[in-house]
């Protein structure tokens, strides 16, 4: 039996016959079913399947959500911001005058002290000893003194008289020049142990509040050695020193004769702002930095100021009267420079170029690009593209729940 396989392919008009009859395989001619109707249906069920398969149509893009506010006109202070250091106006390092060993501190560290106040008594004994001993030799050149003016007296009415000759007055005279000379040293000897008793109390030299006790009770003192026992700083009032560039010396020095305000606060405190007035003005400005030296000086009744911290300073030079002025979160630099975001009325974002003229706190003075009244977005600007729609955030927000009628189970009005 021949088994040579039979190869059909899709063009072929045959179909394969099976016959069941003697078990092998037979064609038979068939004609082609269709025709130009078939090749129609074909068409129609391949554009079925290509539109069955198309993408659907994407949903219409989501509005952006931004946060606005009106561009506006306000008189806005203009001011020379830096960064100070807070000194004290009065500053004592206290230092024992004499040696001895310390007896008694009469303070607590961190103490408010008065000037004059005791703050340290050194044994006083060994002075009070050399107080007693230096009053012994002026007692007896006293004596001596007042019994050669005596002499010197007589010798001079006897000479008068001629009864005693020129020589013997001028050696009474002599001796008591001599004992006068011995009692002013007798005096000053005396004199400095008096001192010396008076340094072995400690007072305050000025007001103020006392830093760490630097030596303690029944430790030795040296007088005159330099050894600081504490260190006394004036808290209130207080000065502020603080830098400003060299552009700002001539605006600054023209209006120095005039109580310019300044306002410190510690550096990221904005609650506790203190006022003071301009009172320094250093008479040549730093070639190394460009900047000339000022000092404010500030009541610091709540003590927020402490002398060494840095603190944010902001020296008020005038008020500017009526400027263009829009929050700072409005305003985003740029390679091309600084630009804002403008809502119009069909809540569309579209960006502006703006020139800013300086910064405060919180607003950005302009020269223009907008006008007053127009809406400027100051959250949201990340997502924006120009002409792209918003929508406004809290916009709506009055209207209750049940400004939907019906909806979400509310009863319905009756017309």
Do not use: Y
């Given at each position: 039996m021949n088994t040579t396989p039979l190869v059909l392919r899709a063009a072929d008009t045959t179909h394969l016959v099976l016959s069941r009859r003697r078990g092998t395989p037979s064609?038979?001619?068939?004609?082609?079913?269709?025709?130009?109707?078939?090749?129609?249906?074909?068409?129609?069920?391949?554009?079925?399947?290509l539109f069955g398969c198309?993408?659907?149509?994407?949903?219409?893009?989501?509005?952006?959500?931004?946060?606005?506010?009106?561009?506006?006109?306000?008189?806005?202070?203009?001011?020379?911001?830096?960064?100070?250091?807070?000194e004290p106006i009065r500053s004592a390092i206290v230092q024992a005058q004499v040696?001895?060993?310390?007896?008694?501190?009469?303070?607590?560290?961190?103490?408010?002290?008065?000037?004059?106040?005791?703050l340290f008594e050194i044994d006083p004994r060994p002075f009070e000893a050399a107080l007693t001993l230096a009053r012994g030799p002026l007692s007896r050149d006293q004596s001596q003194y007042d019994n050669a003016n005596r002499d010197l007296q007589r010798y001079q009415a006897l000479a008068a008289k001629e009864f005693v000759t020129q020589q013997q007055l001028d050696q009474a005279r002599s001796a008591v020049n001599s004992l006068v000379g011995l009692l002013r040293s007798d005096s000053a000897a005396v004199e400095q142990a008096r001192l010396n008793l008076q340094y072995a109390t400690i007072r305050a030299p000025v007001s103020g509040r006392a830093g760490s006790l630097l030596v303690k009770e029944g430790n030795q003192v040296r007088g005159g050695a330099g050894q600081t026992l504490v260190v006394?700083?004036?808290?209130?009032?207080?000065?502020?020193?603080f830098p400003v560039a060299a552009a700002y010396f001539d605006a600054v020095r023209r209006r120095a004769d005039k109580a310019l305000e300044v306002h410190a606060a510690p550096i990221g405190d904005s609650v506790h702002v203190q006022t003071g007035v301009l009172v320094f003005l250093d008479n040549a400005v730093?070639?190394?930095?460009?900047?000339?030296?000022?000092?404010?000086?500030?009541?610091?009744?709540?003590?927020?100021?402490?002398?060494?911290?840095?603190?944010?300073?902001?020296?008020?030079?005038?008020?500017?009267?009526?400027?263009?002025?829009?929050?700072?979160?409005?305003?985003?630099?740029?390679?091309?420079?600084?630009?804002?975001?403008?809502?119009?009325?069909?809540?569309?974002?579209?960006?502006?170029?703006?020139?800013?003229?300086?910064?405060t706190d919180s607003l950005a003075v302009l020269s223009g690009g907008v006008e007053p009244g127009q809406r400027v977005v100051i959250d949201g600007q990340l997502r924006l593209t120009d002409g792209v729609a918003v929508s406004i955030r809290g916009e709506g927000a009055a209207a209750g729940p049940d400004s939907g009628g019906s909806r979400g189970g509310g009863k319905a009005k009756k017309p």
């Open positions: 064609l038979r001619s068939t004609p082609r079913p269709g025709g130009p109707a078939l090749r129609a249906g074909r068409r129609v069920a391949c554009l079925l399947l198309a993408k659907p149509a994407a949903p219409p893009a989501a509005t952006v959500p931004v946060s606005l506010t009106a561009v506006r006109r306000a008189d806005v202070p203009l001011a020379i911001r830096a960064t100070g250091t807070v040696s001895g060993q310390l007896a008694h501190v009469r303070f607590r560290e961190g103490d408010n002290v008065d000037a004059g106040q005791i006394i700083n004036q808290i209130s009032p207080i000065l502020v020193r730093d070639s190394l930095t460009g900047t000339v030296a000022l000092k404010a000086n500030f009541a610091n009744a709540d003590r927020t100021l402490w002398p060494g911290a840095l603190v944010a300073v902001s020296l008020q030079l005038d008020v500017e009267k009526d400027v263009l002025v829009v929050p700072s979160a409005a305003v985003q630099g740029g390679q091309s420079g600084n630009v804002v975001w403008i809502v119009d009325s069909a809540k569309k974002a579209h960006v502006v170029k703006v020139t800013v003229v300086r910064s």
